[in-house]
């Protein structure tokens, strides 16, 4: 698991004015799972979002607040690794 995190500028598509990354990756350094900050994500317009499992998909993350971000973060880390028999 990797985490990163800062303040940033409050704006549109930050509106709580925090930068983050959690991710969790493979042994080979490969990303598996990942929630991230609002950015702009493919062509698409800004937002909080999940980079989800076993797909590649990007799907909208509903900011809730720090401990619903760590929740929400190990609860599907939880899940993969319980998929993945580790």
């Known amino acids: 698991m ?3 995190a800062a303040r940033t500028q409050v704006t549109p598509g930050q509106p709580h004015g925090l930068g983050y990354s959690l991710t969790l990756h493979a042994p080979n350094g490969r990303r ?3 929630i991230d900050k609002a950015h702009r994500a493919g062509r698409g317009r ?3 979002h999940r980079h ?3 797909g590649g998909r990007i799907v909208g993350y509903a900011w809730r607040g720090p ?3 760590l929740t929400d ?3 599907e880390v939880e899940r993969i690794l319980n998929e ?3």
């Open 32 to 34: 598996v799972y990942g």
């Open 67 to 69: 401990v619903a971000l």
């Open 2 to 4: 990797k985490f990163a």
């Open 52 to 54: 989800v499992y076993g």
């Open 73 to 75: 973060f190990y609860r």
């Open 84 to 86: 993945r028999g580790v």
């Open 46 to 48: 800004a937002f909080d």
